[in-house]
C-alpha cells in the first residue's frame, strides 16, 4: 500500500518595512530637497552683492581760449591801428573784423604752426580772399575777416563785366586775362578745370567767384546738375552743399547764381547761403533770372553785400548783337553811375569783348571788378547814413 505524499504550501514572503513605505520615502524625500533648495536661495540672496563703481568721466579739456589767444598773438604781429578790429565772439562761429591788408605769408605760417601744437584737430583754412577761417574737426570756430582800405575810386561811371560759365577751358582763361581791361571770372565749381581756372585768374590779378548751381523753375527739364541747390533740401543740407561747393574754387570773393530762378524766389532756401557768406565775409550779385527774386531783400537781413546784374550782353550770340549790349550797359552805367553786365565763353562773346573792351577808356568808361562797385556802393551809403 502507497503512502500518500502530502504537498507542502508555499508560504507567502510579507513585504519588508522599506518596500511597504516606497512611497511614504519618495515623498519625504522630495520634500527634504525642495527644502534644502530654498535654503540655497535664500542664503545666496543674503549674500551682498558686489558694488558697481561707475567710471569717473573727465569733462573734455575746452582750448577754445587758447585758440582765441593765438589769434590775438597773429593781430598783435600785424601792428593794426587803435581801434581797427571788430570783435564779435558771441557769434557762432566767433568772428574778427580787420582793418587791414591780408597778413604776410610768413605770419600765416606761423599762425599755422602755433595751431597745430593744440588739442583738438584745429586748421587754418585760406581758400576765401581776404579770410582766415579755423576749423576744428573740419567745423567752422572763427572766421577772421581782413578789409584793406577802401580804395580812391575812379573818376566817372564804372563798369564791370563778369564772365559766368568758367572752368572747362583754361584757354579760355589766358584769352580773358590777355584783354586789356579787367573781366571777373565766375567758375562753375564742377568743370573739370575751376581749379586751374582760378589759379590764372588769380595771378593775372582777376577777381574770382563761385558760380553757384541753383534750381531752375523748368527742372529737371532744365538741370543745374547733381551738385546744385533745390529748394526742398533742408536748410542744413543747403548749407553743406553750398559750403562744399566754396571749398572747391580757391580765392573767391563773392558768388553769383548759376540758373535759380527758382532758389532765388524762396526766401526760406536763401537763408543759409547768406549765413554762410556773412561769415566768411564774401558778397552774392544777382544774376536776375527771375523777375521774382528775394536776393536782394534777404542778402541785406544777413549783412551780405549785394548787386543785381543790369543786361546779359550775349542773349543772342551774335557779334554785332553783343557789341550792342556792351554799348547799353554802357549807357546804364552814366545814367546809373555804375552797372554789371554778365556775359559767357561764347567764340562770339570773346570776340566782342576783344573788339570793344580797349576803347573803353576812351569813351569814358572804367572796367572795374565787382568788389569795387560794392565798396563804392558802401562807401555812398554810409556817407548818406553819416548825413555827408
Known amino acids: 500500500m502507497t503512502k500518500s505524499t502530502k504537498r507542502r504550501r508555499t508560504k507567502k514572503r510579507r513585504p519588508g518595512f522599506f518596500e511597504k513605505n516606497q512611497r511614504l520615502f519618495l515623498v519625504l524625500g522630495l520634500a527634504a530637497f525642495a527644502v534644502v533648495s530654498l535654503v540655497f536661495l535664500a542664503r545666496l540672496e543674503e549674500e551682498p552683492k558686489p558694488s558697481v563703481v561707475s567710471p569717473v568721466t573727465k569733462p573734455p579739456v575746452d582750448y577754445t581760449g587758447k585758440v582765441h589767444a593765438e589769434v590775438e598773438t597773429l593781430l598783435a604781429a600785424m601792428d593794426l591801428e587803435p581801434g581797427s578790429v571788430q570783435r564779435d565772439l558771441d557769434q557762432s562761429p566767433a568772428r574778427y573784423s580787420v582793418a587791414v591788408e591780408f597778413p604776410a605769408p610768413d605770419l600765416i605760417a606761423g599762425f599755422e604752426e602755433r595751431l597745430s601744437t593744440i588739442p583738438g584737430d584745429y586748421s587754418v583754412r585760406l581758400r576765401e580772399a581776404n579770410s582766415l577761417t579755423i576749423e576744428k574737426s573740419r567745423v567752422t570756430q572763427i572766421v577772421i575777416h581782413f578789409m584793406p582800405p577802401a580804395p580812391g575810386f575812379p573818376d566817372g561811371p564804372l563798369m564791370t563785366i563778369i564772365m559766368d560759365d568758367l572752368g572747362r577751358s583754361p584757354l579760355t582763361a589766358e584769352m580773358l586775362v590777355s584783354f586789356a581791361e579787367p573781366v571777373t571770372f565766375a567758375i562753375l565749381p564742377g568743370e573739370p578745370h575751376a581749379v586751374q581756372v582760378a589759379e590764372i585768374a588769380h595771378a ?28 526742398a533740401q533742408s536748410d542744413a543740407e543747403i548749407r553743406r552743399r553750398f559750403d562744399l561747393l566754396l571749398g572747391r574754387i580757391p580765392y573767391v570773393t563773392g558768388t ?8 532765388t524766389e524762396d526766401a526760406r532756401a536763401l537763408s543759409p547761403v547768406m549765413e554762410s557768406l556773412r561769415e566768411k565775409g564774401l558778397f552774392f550779385i544777382d544774376s536776375r533770372t527771375t523777375g521774382q527774386s528775394r536776393v536782394t531783400e534777404i542778402a541785406r537781413q544777413f549783412g551780405v553785400p549785394t548787386m543785381d546784374r543790369d543786361v546779359f550782353l550775349d542773349n543772342v550770340a551774335e557779334v554785332s548783337a553783343i557789341v550792342r549790349e556792351i554799348k547799353r550797359l554802357e549807357n546804364k552805367a552814366r545814367r546809373q553811375g555804375s552797372a554789371i553786365g554778365i556775359c559767357h565763353p561764347y567764340p562770339e562773346t570773346l570776340e566782342a569783348l576783344r573788339r570793344e573792351l580797349p576803347e573803353m577808356h576812351g569813351r569814358g568808361i572804367t572796367v572795374v571788378p565787382v568788389s569795387v562797385l560794392l565798396q563804392k556802393q558802401a562807401s555812398i551809403s554810409g556817407m548818406i547814413e553819416r548825413g555827408q
Open 256 to 263: 553769383n547764381n548759376h540758373m535759380g530762378s527758382r532758389f
Open 204 to 231: 593775372a590779378d582777376h577777381e574770382v567767384m563761385l558760380h553757384v548751381p541753383m534750381e531752375p523753375q523748368g527742372y529737371p527739364a532744365v538741370n543745374p546738375g547733381d551738385d546744385a541747390l533745390f529748394v
